[in-house]
């Protein structure tokens, strides 16, 4: 069983900066696929980031590629989500989520994902 605890989000005008860490638990969790999604209102949980297993290849949605940086710190079994350049159609809640099994092509799916953080808000505004 893992957790996954983030932490950062809030309040930022367009073209700022946040970032985003989500800790696991467990010394398994840097072998896991890690990934980012998030999920505005009214709208289905959108896949953004994902590093899979304990390899260093991240990949990125569309939306948030060249904007957006996900890495893995393996000492602290952490998470980060550095988002640059926020623009207001970034709001949204924002999940970490892991799993163990996911296969490669399986990744960009929420459903396919055991583990989920709490959330956290990011609003952009214009």
């Known amino acids: 069983q893992v957790q996954l605890v983030q932490s950062g989000g809030g309040l930022v005008q367009a073209g700022g900066s946040l970032k985003l860490s989500c800790v696991g638990s467990?010394?398994?969790?840097?072998?896991?696929?890690t990934a980012w999604f998030r999920q505005a209102p009214g709208k289905e949980r959108e896949f953004v980031a994902v590093?899979?297993?304990?390899?260093?290849?991240?990949t990125y949605a569309d939306s948030v590629k060249g904007r957006f940086t996900m890495s893995r710190d393996k000492a602290d079994n952490t998470v980060s989500l550095q988002m640059n350049n926020l623009k207001p159609e970034d709001t949204a809640v924002y999940y970490c989520?892991?799993?163990?099994?996911?296969?490669?092509?399986?990744?960009?799916?929420?459903?396919?994902?055991?583990?989920w953080g709490q959330g956290t808000q990011v609003t952009v505004s214009s």
């Open positions: 989520a892991a799993s163990s099994t996911i296969i490669l092509s399986a990744r960009f799916s929420a459903s396919n994902y055991a583990y």
């Open positions: 467990g010394r398994a969790f840097n072998s896991y696929t």
């Open positions: 590093i899979f297993r304990s390899g260093s290849s991240t």
